[in-house]
């Protein structure tokens, strides 16, 4: 399983988030336990039993988008209902000519693939999306191209051939001036991914990918939303709403003189919040503890848990965070926008949620020392918090 500490493990732990990421490619040879993560049998599935609709599930060759009428056909069922059905004769004829297939967000129909861009999400520290690719020839799907943010590799099945350019502009971004110039020369790494392999880029490095080693490859791509100066920029207003200077209309029919004095103000308040040293770790507690996580739904229980030690749960938000306020002997618990504040007894409870694995009702309260009804009725206020949900209903 591909949980935060594996994640560490394989890509280098604090080296690597000193030294690699946002700067350089990293390839990490056979580090990836694949076993159990994606299969052709879990995505045969998905694309028959899910209504997958382009950009979801898409085909591209040359980078261009394959029309979907090449390889699907309208279905209207009795109520009028319109969606596409894959043919799947058309749909392997596609394949076979040189088009790559592609399914976004795989990560919210695979428990196996959430599980492990859950485990990415908290050791970096940002949400992740996880795309499967799959390709059968030499014709690249995409052409020579750069995401606009950074990506972690994890080759499932078969081999793909990475050439690797570099970036032309540092830190591009989605909304940006300009566009980074295509590169011209030879790749600065030439790089044949094999099973259990992973490969980091940075957000703009050119690549070209081709499965021409001789079999059909499939890899999973998980992409890291990026925080940049502009994000951060915008949460320092935020914060910065309360005061006078930033809540004053903009004095555009004034004289030049008050117009540098309002000026003057915003610089002034803006300066201020910038000159704190914690302004970067204020920023990220910030956008983890707001993260709304995974929509998760707990049913049948609607009206909380009952005391049932069997029932399963987990944390919904991967990025909440435990605070230890000693003076009052309470815990402040934070994820999905909300604050909770607790007895110190609830600490181990809140610890073991915090790990980002399943756990029973039973196994807290004993770890804790707390009554099943008491660990039952703090979980409840977490599920109605959107902070946890229930995985197994012991029903």
């Given at each position: 399983?591909?949980?935060?500490?594996?994640?560490?493990?394989?890509?280098?732990g604090?080296?690597?988030?000193?030294?690699?990421?946002?700067?350089?490619?990293?390839?990490?040879?056979?580090t990836?336990?694949?076993?159990?993560?994606?299969?052709?049998?879990?995505?045969?599935?998905?694309?028959?039993?899910?209504?997958?609709?382009?950009?979801?599930?898409?085909?591209?060759?040359?980078?261009?988008?394959?029309?979907?009428?090449?390889?699907?056909?309208?279905?209207?069922n009795?109520?009028?209902?319109?969606?596409?059905?894959?043919?799947?004769?058309?749909?392997?004829?596609?394949?076979?000519?040189g088009?790559?297939?592609?399914?976004?967000?795989?990560?919210?129909?695979?428990?196996?693939?959430?599980?492990?861009?859950?485990?990415?999400?908290?050791?970096?520290?940002?949400?992740?999306?996880?795309?499967?690719?799959?390709?059968?020839?030499?014709?690249?799907?995409?052409?020579?191209?750069?995401?606009?943010?950074?990506?972690?590799?994890?080759q499932?099945?078969?081999?793909?051939?990475w050439?690797?350019?570099?970036?032309?502009?540092?830190?591009?971004?989605?909304?940006?001036?300009?566009?980074?110039?295509?590169?011209?020369?030879?790749?600065?790494?030439?790089?044949?991914?094999?099973?259990?392999?992973?490969?980091?880029?940075?957000?703009?490095?050119?690549?070209?990918?081709?499965?021409?080693?001789?079999?059909?490859?499939?890899?999973?791509?998980?992409?890291?939303?990026?925080h940049?100066?502009?994000?951060?920029?915008?949460?320092?207003?935020?914060?910065?709403?309360?005061?006078?200077?930033?809540?004053?209309?903009?004095?555009?029919?004034?004289?030049?003189?008050?117009?540098?004095?309002?000026?003057?103000?915003?610089?002034?308040?803006?300066?201020?919040?910038?000159?704190?040293?914690?302004?970067?770790?204020r920023?990220?507690?910030?956008?983890?503890?707001?993260?709304?996580?995974?929509?998760?739904?707990?049913?049948?229980?609607?009206?909380?848990?009952?005391?049932?030690?069997?029932?399963?749960v987990?944390?919904?938000?991967?990025?909440?965070?435990?605070?230890?306020?000693?003076?009052h002997?309470?815990v402040?618990?934070?994820?999905?926008?909300?604050?909770?504040?607790?007895?110190?007894?609830?600490?181990?409870?809140?610890?073991?949620?915090?790990?980002?694995?399943?756990?029973?009702?039973?196994e807290?309260?004993?770890?804790?020392?707390?009554?099943?009804?008491?660990v039952?009725?703090?979980?409840?206020?977490l599920?109605?918090?959107?902070?946890?949900?229930?995985?197994?209903?012991?029903?």
């Amino acid at each position: 399983m591909l949980d935060a500490a594996s994640w560490a493990g394989r890509l280098g732990g604090d080296t690597f988030l000193a030294q690699t990421y946002h700067r350089s490619y990293a390839h990490f040879p056979g580090t990836a336990d694949t076993a159990g993560l994606f299969s052709w049998d879990d995505l045969n599935r998905i694309i028959a039993t899910q209504r997958l609709e382009p950009p979801r599930l898409r085909l591209s060759a040359d980078g261009e988008t394959v029309p979907l009428h090449r390889y699907a056909i309208p279905t209207t069922n009795r109520r009028a209902v319109t969606w596409s059905r894959i043919q799947p004769a058309d749909f392997h004829a596609q394949l076979k000519a040189g088009a790559s297939l592609v399914l976004d967000a795989v990560e919210k129909i695979h428990p196996a693939v959430a599980a492990a861009a859950e485990g990415l999400e908290r050791f970096l520290g940002t949400s992740v999306q996880a795309n499967a690719y799959a390709s059968w020839t030499d014709r690249e799907g995409f052409g020579l191209h750069w995401d606009d943010h950074d990506v972690v590799v994890v080759q499932v099945h078969g081999s793909k051939r990475w050439r690797l350019y570099g970036s032309t502009r540092e830190a591009p971004t989605f909304r940006d001036v300009e566009s980074p110039e295509r590169p011209g020369g030879d790749p600065v790494a030439d790089i044949v991914l094999a099973p259990g392999d992973v490969l980091y880029l940075p957000r703009g490095w050119w690549h070209a990918v081709t499965a021409d080693q001789g079999t059909e490859s499939l890899h999973l791509t998980f992409g890291m939303v990026p925080h940049t100066g502009a994000d951060l920029m915008l949460w320092v207003v935020d914060q910065l709403r309360s005061c006078l200077a930033l809540r004053r209309d903009v004095p555009r029919f004034a004289s030049l003189s008050e117009h540098s004095d309002f000026i003057a103000a915003l610089r002034g308040e803006v300066l201020n919040e910038l000159a704190d040293p914690r302004l970067v770790e204020r920023w990220a507690e910030s956008i983890d503890t707001t993260d709304l996580g995974h929509a998760i739904p707990s049913l049948p229980y609607v009206d909380g848990l009952p005391a049932r030690p069997e029932i399963t749960v987990k944390l919904t938000a991967p990025r909440g965070r435990l605070t230890v306020n000693r003076a009052h002997s309470t815990v402040t618990f934070s994820a999905a926008g909300t604050a909770w504040d607790f007895a110190e007894s609830a600490a181990p409870v809140l610890r073991t949620l915090l790990t980002g694995q399943s756990t029973t009702l039973g196994e807290m309260a004993h770890s804790a020392g707390l009554e099943i009804k008491d660990v039952a009725d703090l979980v409840s206020a977490l599920i109605e918090g959107h902070a946890v949900a229930v995985v197994g209903t012991a029903l």
